[in-house]
RNA sequence: GCGCGCUUAGCUCAGUUGGUAGAGCAUCGUCUUGACGUGACGAGGGUCGUAGGUUCGAAUCCUGCAGCGCGCACCA
């Protein structure tokens, strides 16, 4: 107990106690900044150390720092101190997200419930000003949160995918892509997301599985062919029926040609004949509306029909008969149903499951609608100015796909683990062009104006009067895109020429439910404007969820916060709890009983080197010649010699193993592999067998115990130090002659 | 429909290139031994989802099946 322990020379007095990691983290923290040490630039390397670069996955600027955050935290520091310990240019370079649309969805839902305020009685203006305010407050606090982790940022290069910098290298891209023809401005069905009232792409769009009605009817009694369809009031805007080619039942009606009046509104239909239609699915015919249904859409490209919207942005209907113009679909639907029944006209109507479409940020029902947007073109032919990518040669023809395939398929980036290569190559197979224009307000302005029939793109307003700016601002993505280059200069030559050593950067460290939002976007934007990689590797952890395997939710309300957890625990027991058995890729739960194992573990680590320094105290290195007991075989002299070896070779060949396991990106089993090193060999078996040796009134051999066991404990310090660095700056500050040194600048065992 | 992952001790999970299973927590027993009771020592507990195959040998490789989960597509 700690009252029971008696002051020892040369010992300092927090060791009389058990560890104080709230007494300790902050300090040592502020020790860590002010050695300017997280900036490489400051680290005293010889001018041909490798570089070794990573850049933060920027959070939401609006974020709290949750348990997801606190793994990426945990898991990219370990690599940063690691590759510092290493002697690598260790950069890791910090930044948060604008997150366009899920930052305007926090504030504006901040004003409506404090003022009752929507954007619109706000304007443009003033809602970005209160989002400005929101972010700057949101952002000091999200800072801290990462300070508080441990995390060894260099905060001088600290970047905001919406600051000034980062605006220029998204004008830039975007010009470059504009004149290169991959960026195009199109009238084509997007997915319309009717609560934020705005486009969103593919990948923002969650799917549900609701139960809803099958209508089969037919439009009229004259028309021969019945449909289904779980969206009735859609009908108004068809202009075909497709069935398959080869269905031997419509083979005749083919070409043909129908005119009737639906629910009020006049409609003309041509029997089409399209692989696409499913022949045993309800009737085997389908009615096509190509203005509100992305595949109709693409079959009306294909067959030259007419597009023809009848649901505005609201979701409200735009044409048909009382009841059903200017009504929200749901009611028009009804209204559409009724009407069939009353016409005679519906012939089957059945309850089935299906996927609904919902917008990832709001929730709103996606309404596919016909507009006007910009486009990245991903199938384009073009030509690449430069490449260092094998299989790509500079000024050849090549599509954006074709990149984003080369990177990985090449070798150039790889991605662990492995099986996510497949889900990346999956992704791209399917991909379309990419809706980047927002009609959000907060965001990166589309850097086009507009003069009457005049278009132009440019990095600033174009000279003369009457030029107006594209409204919309760009998918967030786009920035985010950017990121491993923004962050180091790019597009100004002389200032990304210095920082040149860093890109491709080493490695990305992030969420997999990232791998296509960023990964693949970043890939995209990289190979293109640089003709390299973004990174050479990239390590995805995965989800955490809670200790009954939940999702952690608002709604839930089981958030564990991490904040919490470092008062109680400290910083290194939450990072090891998310670090030990945590695989590339797989799904955790967190436990708070694991968090405190750790702290348990720290206060042993405490308490192994309270009783090393002990019992050393007597021992001066420096001050006697140094004992090279190696050597020393003879037996009565010097009788623990072979244990001794025995000690140290297995305490080098562990360290090897975790050399090796870190090396290969298996964090979790160099981790492992020290606690359990740490606790059962040195805690358990040597320190129990060197109590006699310290108490030996044989000379020699007390001193070669003192002197391998400082040895190892110094060398172990050093290696848990990416995993627990406070713990291990703070005994690393009480070994031997190192008070003026800091441990995380020292050099990696081996 | 296509693809992927998981299934190991009561619970949560490790097990890196194949050599007859490990950790944490939980349970039980012993120990006021001067680093630590936030501890030590020890015990119980697993036919490694299932059926086959390859192999001298498989939790580990292959195939089928089942349950759970995920991604993509479809979703008229």
Redesign the pocket.
Same mark, same amino acid.
């Given at each position: 107990?700690a009252d029971? *322990?008696k002051p020892v020379p040369g010992l300092p007095d927090k060791f009389l106690k058990?560890y104080d990691s709230v007494g300790t983290e902050d300090r040592v923290y502020e020790a860590w900044e002010k050695s300017g040490f997280f900036n490489p630039d400051n680290l005293k390397l010889p001018s041909d150390a490798k570089p070794f670069s990573m850049v933060l996955p920027p959070p939401n600027v609006t974020g709290q720092l949750h348990m997801g955050s606190a793994m990426m935290l945990a898991i990219e520091d370990v690599l940063t101190r690691y590759k510092r310990l290493r002697g690598y240019r260790a950069l890791w370079l910090p930044g948060t997200d604008h997150a366009a649309i899920a930052t305007q969805v926090v504030v504006e839902k901040k004003i409506q419930k404090e003022e009752g305020k929507s954007r619109y009685d706000l304007g443009r203006e003033e809602l970005l000003r209160r989002i400005g305010t929101h972010v700057s407050e949101t952002h000091d606090v999200i800072i801290k949160q990462m300070r508080k982790m441990g995390a060894s940022l260099d905060w001088s290069r600290e970047a905001f995918t919406l600051d000034e910098p980062r605006n220029l290298a998204v004008r830039t891209a975007f010009k470059r892509m504009y004149d290169d023809g991959l960026i195009y401005r199109g009238y084509r069905v997007v997915n319309w997301d009717p609560k934020g009232q705005t486009t969103i792409s593919?990948?923002e769009i969650e799917?549900e599985t609701r139960k809803t009605k *099958?209508y089969t009817f037919k439009y009229a009694a004259h028309i021969p062919i019945s449909?289904?369809?779980?969206?009735p009031e859609t009908k108004l805007g068809d202009t075909a029926i497709a069935v398959h080619p080869d269905d031997p039942r419509y083979q005749a009606l083919i070409g043909q040609e129908f005119e009737a009046t639906f629910a009020g509104e006049p409609i003309k239909l041509k029997v089409i004949a399209d692989q696409?239609?499913?022949k045993d +699915? /309800?009737t085997?015919? *389908? /009615?096509v509306t190509p203005a509100h249904?992305m595949?109709d859409w693409e079959m009306a490209e294909r067959h030259h029909l007419p597009l023809k919207p009848v649901i505005n942005e609201y979701g409200k209907m735009i044409v048909g008969q009382e009841g059903v113009r200017d009504k929200k679909t749901t009611e028009a639907r009804e209204a559409v149903v009724a009407w069939l029944k009353e016409n005679g006209l519906l012939e089957k109507e059945e309850e089935i499951e299906?996927?609904v479409?919902l917008a990832q940020r709001t929730g709103g029902l996606i309404e596919p609608l016909p507009k006007l947007q910009w486009f990245v073109a991903v199938n384009k032919p073009f030509k690449l100015k430069h490449s260092s990518i094998p299989g790509l040669v500079a000024g050849t023809e090549t599509t954006l796909k074709e990149m984003m395939k080369l990177a990985v398929a090449s070798g150039e980036t790889s991605i662990i683990p492995d099986?996510f290569q497949?889900?990346y190559f999956?992704?791209i197979e399917?991909l379309r062009d990419w809706c980047v224009s927002r009609q959000i307000w907060y965001g990166h302005r589309v850097p086009v104006w507009y003069r009457g029939q005049e278009v132009h793109c440019d990095l600033i307003a174009p000279d003369g009067e009457g030029w107006r700016q594209d409204e919309d601002t760009l998918d967030t993505w786009f920035s985010s895109g950017l990121w491993t280059f923004s962050t180091l200069g790019w597009p100004d030559e002389a200032a990304f020429e210095k920082m040149r050593q860093y890109h491709p950067t080493t490695v990305l460290e992030t969420g997999s439910d990232l791998i +296509?939002f960023w990964v693949a976007r970043m890939i995209l934007m990289t190979t293109y404007l640089l003709g390299e990689v973004p990174f050479r590797t990239v390590y995805m952890h995965g989800l955490v969820r809670d200790n009954k /395997?939940r999702k952690i939710s608002k709604s839930l309300g089981n958030n564990i916060d991490p904040l919490d957890m470092i008062a109680k625990y400290g910083a290194d027991a939450v990072r090891m709890s998310l670090i030990v /058995?945590v695989?590339p890729g797989?799904e955790?739960?967190i436990?708070e009983?694991?968090i405190k194992?750790y702290?348990?573990f720290a206060?042993?680590i405490w308490?192994?080197t309270?009783?090393i320094l002990?019992n050393t105290a007597d021992f001066k290195k420096a001050q006697s010649p140094v004992i090279d007991w190696r050597n020393i075989e003879n037996q009565e002299a010097y009788p623990s010699r072979k244990i001794h070896l025995a000690w140290l070779q297995e305490f080098e060949s562990t360290l090897q193993d975790i050399t090796t396991?870190m090396e290969?990106f298996?964090f979790? *089993?160099a981790a492992?592999k020290l606690y359990?090193y740490t606790?059962h060999t040195l805690?358990?078996k040597i320190?129990?067998e060197s109590?006699p040796m310290f108490?030996s009134n044989n000379p020699l051999e007390k001193a070669a115990t003192q002197d391998l066991l400082l040895s190892i404990l110094t060398r172990l310090t050093i290696a848990l130090h990416p995993f627990m660095p406070f713990i291990t700056e703070e005994i690393w500050s009480a070994l031997p002659g190192n008070d003026q040194s800091l441990l995380m600048v020292q050099h990696w065992p081996e």
């Open positions: 107990m029971n *322990l058990p593919d990948d799917y *099958l449909i289904s369809t779980t969206r696409a239609v499913e +699915f /309800g085997g015919a *389908l /009615g249904s595949i299906h996927n479409s099986r497949k889900i999956n992704w399917n +296509f /395997g /058995g695989g797989s955790s739960k436990d009983q694991k194992a702290k348990l206060n042993k308490n192994i309270r009783f002990t396991d290969n298996r979790y *089993l492992e359990h606790w805690a358990d320190l129990e109590k108490s």
